[in-house]
């Protein structure tokens, strides 16, 4: 078992199968966010693997940006359009949860 999914945990979690096209240009894309801001990170999980996180965690499609707080799911992004919209989503995350000003964001 990942960390990201060890209970009282938080982190984020790229959910993604190996053949889908679109799941690789959101974990390339996803690789930049992480170049970016080395405070981010987020676990790769490949759904075929562990096909019980899709229903527990009631995944509609891949790839699948999750936030797992406490080991409950707090938010899941879609439309993985860019790497802004990664970087702008899982900061607003992380500022949700703390109460502080988003970094990068004025």
Same mark, same amino acid.
């Given at each position: 078992m990942t960390d990201s999914l060890t209970p009282g945990t938080s982190s984020f979690v790229m959910l993604y199968t190996p053949l889908c096209g679109t799941c690789k240009v959101a974990l390339r894309m996803?690789? #930049?966010?992480?170049?970016a801001d080395p405070a981010l990170h987020a676990d790769r999980i490949n759904l075929n693997v562990r096909p019980e996180l899709a229903e527990r965690w009631r995944v509609g499609s891949v790839p699948c940006l #999750? =936030? #797992? =707080?406490?080991?409950e799911v707090s938010g899941m992004l879609y439309r993985i359009s860019s790497v802004d919209t990664i970087l702008t989503w899982m900061r607003q995350r992380l500022a949700e949860e703390t109460d502080e000003p988003i970094k990068g964001m004025s």
């Open positions: 996803l690789d #930049v966010v992480e170049a #999750v =936030r #797992v =707080r406490k080991g």
